[in-house]
């Protein structure tokens, strides 16, 4: 098996789902006492959502980078970045380190071009839901996305960074994203986006009159295919 690397820490939350994913993928596959040969670098959130926060992406590109540069030489083949908002620094990782930095989004599109997706409802963070970082990528894909939906996504926004990335599940946040879902169904698309690694903890991906394309899941299992070769 090879070896991957996770940026992770962005949220701790998040990160341990993409380990709990890609460890039992990996047993599936190859059975008996198995497990993902990993090497995890787990930031601090704090530092780098106040980059975020500030809109000063060089100071998390920077922790990005450094980052991805010791995984590579602790002898990791491909990283993933654990979180979709992270992305907006994609390409200044990848320019740094000379392994492959699997792009949450293109993996999420090359799904949905598979099974003929052409409409989506895409939400997430206010970054993630609003700038084209994201956006383009599952456009390039062939997917037709509504127009983002400020209320939602500043309300998102406030789930994962108050509750989400802390480790907080509450009822009303769960009953707020259902009833969200609900009303996205009426629309004129075929699938939803979960485009924010914490929400699946909140949203039951398999229990929603619409297909739910969830990245964190999507993501990992991408990394499971570079794992097993």
Known sequence: MHKLGLIGGLSWTSTARYYEIINKAVHRAKGGQHSAPLVIESLDFAEVA????????????????????????????ALLICANSMHRVYERVQESVRIPVLHIAEQVGRKMQADGIEKAALIGTRNVMTEKFYRQRL??????????????????????????TVGK?????????????????????????????????????SANVLPIYDCTHI???????YILG
């Open 50 to 77: 106040r980059c975020a926060t500030d809109d000063d992406w060089d100071c998390a590109a920077r922790q990005l980078i450094e980052a991805a540069v010791r995984l590579e030489k602790a002898g990791a083949g």
């Open 139 to 164: 456009v390039g894909h062939g997917v037709s996305l509504l127009p983002p939906d400020m209320d939602l996504a500043e309300r998102i926004d406030a789930i994962v960074y108050d509750e989400l």
């Open 169 to 205: 599940v509450s009822r009303e946040s769960e009953r707020y994203m259902k009833s969200e879902l609900t009303d996205i169904a009426k629309q004129d698309v075929q699938a939803v986006v979960l485009a924010c690694t914490e929400l699946e903890l909140i949203v039951d991906v």
């Open 219 to 225: 993501h990992a299992m991408a990394g499971v295919d």
